[in-house]
């Protein structure tokens, strides 16, 4: 890895970092804008009760989902950031079957090498009736590497879910090809100019207009999946 590949990376580390339970984290890449805007409904609409935030990270999602959830348990492989519950692997979840009302994974699935298995946990730990809100990549670059194993279609996703005994009741896809494109300038010159005195404030703000652009020209309205970026479902628990 290069200068500017060690810059990029260890710049995209510090900017996660800073603003990961903001919503200017969102406006970083036109994926993520596109992303969240899809899933927001969703969490809405099916997240409730005790919640458990699975590959919780750096606890992008925490606030949001705590002001539908009664109690959201924060689960990851890593303690990324202070203020995450509990640390395990998730084909292992250490909490008694039927103990969760709903829960939230987004953009985890294609980080673990046996999606399968932590779908049945999924379904073991929800309760009857439960919902499990999942966002998954269709369409992306090579990330986290070596812990990146697949890519899903909303077919593959559904007999994941239909093994495990979830049925999907409601699918969602968000951004395409102009966010593909656009994700890697984001990236680029959010990341190098980290850190850098006068410049980051202003390639922020610039970005955050680049994003918005990008998101507002894409056909957001959860139904253009041919060449979307992520798939979203709901997947619930038969009563």
């Known amino acids: 890895m290069g200068w500017i590949g060690r810059r990029v990376k260890e710049g995209g580390i510090a900017v996660s970092d800073k603003y990961a339970r903001t919503e200017a984290y969102f406006d970083l890449t036109p994926a993520g804008l596109t992303l969240i805007r899809t899933l927001d409904p969703l969490i809405r609409t099916h997240v409730r009760g005790r919640t458990l935030d699975a590959g919780a990270g750096r606890l992008t999602h925490r606030e949001?989902?705590?002001?539908?959830?009664?109690?959201v348990v924060s689960y990851d492989r890593y303690r990324v950031r202070e203020g995450l519950d509990l640390i395990g692997d998730l084909v292992r979840l250490p909490f008694p079957s039927c103990s969760f009302d709903s829960i939230f994974c987004s953009q985890v699935l294609?980080?673990?090498?046996?999606?399968?298995?932590?779908?049945?946990?999924f379904a073991r730990v929800l309760r009857p009736g439960g919902a499990a809100v999942l966002?998954?990549?269709?369409?992306?670059?090579?990330?986290?590497?070596?812990?990146?194993?697949?890519?899903?279609?909303?077919?593959?996703?559904r007999e994941?879910?239909?093994?495990?005994?979830?049925?999907?009741?409601?699918?969602?896809?968000?951004?395409?090809?102009?966010?593909?494109?656009?994700?890697?300038?984001?990236?680029?010159?959010?990341?190098?100019?980290w850190g850098v005195p006068l410049l980051f404030p202003i390639v922020f703000q610039v970005n955050r207009v680049w994003t918005r652009c990008i998101?507002?020209?894409?056909?957001?309205?959860?139904?253009?999946?041919?060449?979307?970026?992520?798939?979203?479902?709901?997947?619930?628990?038969?009563?």
């Open 135 to 157: 966002s998954v990549p269709q369409l992306a670059y090579l990330h986290n590497e070596p812990h990146d194993y697949f890519r899903y279609t909303e077919y593959g996703l």
């Open 215 to 239: 998101a507002a020209l894409e056909k957001n309205d959860g139904k253009a999946r041919r060449f979307a970026l992520n798939i979203a479902v709901v997947a619930r628990k038969g009563e």
């Open 64 to 71: 949001r989902l705590a002001r539908v959830a009664d109690r």
């Open 160 to 193: 994941l879910c239909s093994k495990s005994g979830l049925e999907v009741h409601e699918v969602r896809w968000s951004g395409g090809v102009l966010s593909f494109l656009g994700h890697m300038p984001s990236t680029l010159a959010v990341n190098l100019a």
């Open 110 to 121: 294609e980080h673990v090498p046996d999606p399968q298995a932590v779908l049945f946990e």
